[in-house]
């Protein structure tokens, strides 16, 4: 099978969705199929074959996104070499709208795979406001109509696609890890390389330090942990526009040299700092699925984490790590986390349970859930699609292709002002 993957951020952008690209690109090879990827330029990137870099504008906004210059037959012929069976587009804008048409110049079906809650990164663009969030809605739900099939990365996000009406079929996969590398995380080696006591009791956190992550909360959270545990340490792995903010309160409670903030990690560095922790803490009510936290649990970390989408399908309250409530306070969460760092019974009953946990996010489990939901789709689209076109009926299929792309775009700046179904949905 051919597979062309269209994405706004890949490698060597640190992220969520570039990371789960090229999870599933890999995975997808090492099971016997081709896969190319259409993404942006970004600066460090390396040259390769199966990689088309189109030009891009670095870092949109102050943000870590690129946004791609319009230049199709770039892409159209790239694509046309290639001749894919299916394509995987990633995001639902920008080269979002480049993988809705090369799939109708292909003939080929489009899955759609809804990453991120769009209307939780508004503040990256100028002028944001609740209306713009209900464009960001709205698009997104637009386009999910357009495809073929979704996927939904937890079955929280999948709910919450149906009630935003969205019509096509809708399948739950979220993004694959690799367990066994977690699992064999140098930590030893990592803690000496950081230059954390061997001693130290080590509460960590992974991902982007970005504003809508909820760290500010968590910092607070845990700070006077640090005051209180002369042995406590906060291991900080990742890089943003909140890290700043985030350090000093922390430093302020427990002091410089028990802060260690060491940046953005991948590769055996990542899964080193990972084994390096005793318990994994996380905040965020933005996420989509709880990758970050399989990573975790697959290292044997137990989870203190609030109540949201994407965290409540792995995280079980007293089996492998303390699920609150979205709304707990600040006080609540460090009672919580104090409860798991005194208790060495449940802290070893949630390691146990968590290495299991995280098997459900193995990457070949997942990315073969993957492959057979691209052989469905493609095996529905044979059976609907018309076999020898006439240029006739290309034409205005394509004229129709461009109508409902731009309907999509009038549909989302109408729902700045008139509430829709999709704008009115929420997450439980």
Same mark, same amino acid.
């Given at each position: 099978?051919?597979?062309?993957?269209?994405?706004?951020?890949?490698?060597?952008?640190?992220?969520?969705?570039?990371?789960?690209?090229?999870? !599933?690109?890999?995975?997808?090879?090492?099971?016997?199929?081709?896969? $190319?990827?259409?993404?942006?330029?970004?600066?460090?990137?390396?040259?390769?074959?199966?990689?088309?870099?189109?030009?891009?504008?670095?870092?949109?906004?102050?943000?870590?996104?690129?946004?791609?210059?319009?230049?199709?037959?770039?892409?159209?012929?790239?694509?046309?070499?290639?001749?894919?069976?299916?394509?995987? %587009?990633?995001?639902?804008?920008?080269?979002?709208?480049?993988?809705?048409?090369?799939?109708?110049?292909?003939?080929?079906?489009?899955?759609?795979?809804?990453?991120?809650?769009?209307?939780?990164?508004?503040?990256?663009? +100028?002028?944001?406001? +609740?209306?713009?969030?209900?464009?960001?809605?709205? !698009?997104? #739900?637009?386009?999910?109509?357009?495809?073929?099939? @979704?996927?939904?990365?937890?079955?929280?996000?999948? $709910?919450?696609?149906?009630?935003?009406?969205?019509?096509?079929?809708?399948?739950?996969? +979220?993004?694959?890890?690799?367990?066994?590398?977690?699992?064999?995380?140098?930590?030893?080696?990592?803690?000496?390389?950081? &230059?954390?006591?061997?001693?130290?009791?080590?509460?960590?956190?992974?991902?982007?330090?970005?504003?809508? $992550?909820?760290?500010?909360?968590?910092?607070?959270?845990?700070?006077?942990?640090?005051?209180?545990?002369?042995?406590?340490?906060?291991?900080?792995?990742?890089?943003?526009?909140?890290?700043?903010?985030?350090?000093?309160?922390?430093?302020?409670?427990?002091?410089?040299?028990?802060?260690?903030?060491?940046?953005?990690?991948?590769?055996?560095?990542?899964?080193?700092?990972?084994?390096?922790?005793?318990?994994?803490?996380?905040?965020?009510?933005?996420?989509?699925? &709880? @990758?970050?936290?399989?990573?975790?649990? /697959?290292?044997?970390?137990?989870?203190?984490?609030?109540?949201?989408?994407?965290?409540?399908?792995?995280?079980?309250?007293?089996?492998?790590?303390?699920?609150?409530?979205?709304?707990?306070?600040?006080?609540?969460?460090? /009672?919580?986390?104090?409860?798991?760092?005194?208790?060495?019974?449940?802290?070893?009953?949630?390691?146990?349970?968590?290495?299991?946990?995280?098997?459900?996010?193995?990457?070949?489990?997942? %990315? %073969?859930?993957?492959?057979?939901?691209?052989?469905? #789709?493609?095996?529905?689209?044979?059976?609907?699609?018309?076999?020898?076109?006439?240029?006739?009926?290309?034409?205005?299929?394509? @004229?129709?292709?461009?109508?409902?792309? !731009?309907?999509?775009?009038?549909?989302?700046?109408?729902?700045?002002?008139?509430?829709? +179904?999709?704008?009115?949905?929420?997450?439980?």
């Amino acid at each position: 099978m051919r597979i062309a993957m269209f994405t706004n951020t890949y490698l060597p952008h640190v992220g969520g969705v570039a990371r789960s690209v090229n999870t !599933l690109e890999e995975a997808c090879r090492r099971q016997g199929h081709e896969v $190319k990827v259409i993404a942006p330029q970004f600066d460090g990137a390396m040259e390769s074959p199966d990689v088309l870099r189109v030009p891009a504008i670095q870092n949109f906004n102050g943000s870590d996104f690129c946004v791609r210059l319009p230049l199709p037959n770039v892409i159209r012929d790239f694509v046309e070499d290639f001749g894919p069976d299916i394509i995987h %587009s990633h995001h639902p804008f920008l080269l979002g709208d480049a993988a809705l048409r090369e799939s109708w110049k292909m003939q080929a079906p489009i899955v759609f795979t809804h990453h991120t809650l769009y209307e939780r990164y508004t503040h990256y663009v +100028p002028l944001d406001s +609740p209306a713009l969030k209900r464009m960001a809605i709205q !698009l997104a #739900t637009e386009y999910c109509n357009l495809c073929d099939r @979704i996927i939904a990365p937890s079955e929280s996000i999948a $709910k919450l696609l149906r009630d935003r009406e969205v019509t096509v079929p809708i399948s739950s996969i +979220p993004t694959g890890i690799d367990t066994a590398a977690f699992a064999k995380g140098d930590g030893p080696g990592f803690r000496r390389q950081a &230059g954390i006591p061997e001693s130290a009791r080590v509460i960590g956190h992974v991902g982007r330090l970005a504003k809508e $992550k909820n760290l500010i909360f968590l910092a607070e959270a845990v700070a006077p942990l640090l005051k209180e545990d002369p042995e406590a340490v906060f291991l900080l792995v990742g890089d943003g526009d909140a890290r700043e903010e985030m350090t000093k309160i922390l430093a302020d409670a427990g002091g410089e040299g028990r802060i260690f903030a060491v940046g953005k990690k991948s590769g055996s560095d990542l899964t080193g700092a990972y084994a390096a922790m005793d318990w994994f803490v996380f905040a965020s009510q933005t996420e989509t699925q &709880g @990758i970050v936290l399989a990573e975790a649990m /697959a290292a044997g970390n137990p989870v203190v984490a609030l109540d949201g989408p994407g965290v409540r399908e792995i995280l079980k309250d007293g089996e492998n790590g303390l699920l609150l409530a979205a709304h707990a306070s600040a006080e609540e969460y460090r /009672a919580a986390l104090k409860r798991l760092m005194n208790d060495d019974e449940l802290s070893r009953h949630c390691v146990e349970n968590a290495r299991l946990s995280a098997e459900e996010y193995e990457t070949d489990r997942c %990315s %073969s859930r993957m492959i057979d939901c691209y052989k469905e #789709t493609i095996a529905r689209h044979d059976r609907l699609a018309d076999d020898d076109p006439m240029p006739w009926d290309r034409l205005i299929d394509g @004229i129709g292709m461009e109508w409902d792309l !731009l309907s999509a775009k009038v549909s989302a700046a109408a729902a700045a002002v008139i509430v829709t +179904p999709a704008t009115e949905a929420s997450l439980d």
